[in-house]
């Protein structure tokens, strides 16, 4: 499957710049919401190719919205990676538990980006 459609979780307008900055430079069309309730309703109106997930959101966390997203039929098989500026072993290990496809820590490097996506595609 092709990933064309990213839907991009993130609450920092900053953040949220620099990852769409990457994606539609680079030819993705890019949806962007900033917290996980309203990426879980987003996910299943949209059906996004990819979800890029912040852990660090107002209500529930990145990680409760992938475990969320993992577990649902509808979106399950939605791969989702999560993006965050929480970098200890630990944190990737418990995103990759909650179903995440992958783990970037922020900033984020356009070319690890880029090669997580096309290993997904």
């Known amino acids: 499957m092709a990933i064309k459609n990213v839907l991009i979780v993130e609450d920092s307008p900053t953040d949220c710049k620099a990852l769409s900055d990457i994606l539609t430079k680079n030819g993705f069309g890019v949806v962007s919401v900033g917290t996980a309730e309203?990426?879980?309703t987003k996910v299943k109106e949209m059906k996004p190719d990819l979800v890029l997930?912040?852990?660090v959101l107002p209500g529930q966390n990145?990680?409760?919205a992938t475990r969320t997203l993992a577990r649902d039929e509808a979106?399950?098989?939605t791969p989702v990676?999560?993006?965050?500026?929480k970098h200890q072993?630990?944190?990737k290990v418990w995103g990759m538990?909650?179903?995440a496809k992958?783990?970037?820590v922020k900033p984020v490097k356009q070319t690890e980006l880029l090669a997580m996506i096309e290993a997904l595609g």
């Not at 990676?81 to 500026?85: L, N």
């Open 75 to 77: 979106t399950r098989n």
């Open 81 to 85: 990676i999560i993006c965050s500026s």
């Open 97 to 99: 538990r909650q179903g």
């Open 89 to 91: 072993e630990t944190d």
């Open 38 to 40: 309203e990426a879980l």
């Open 53 to 55: 997930m912040d852990v």
């Open 62 to 64: 990145g990680f409760q």
């Open 102 to 104: 992958n783990y970037l």
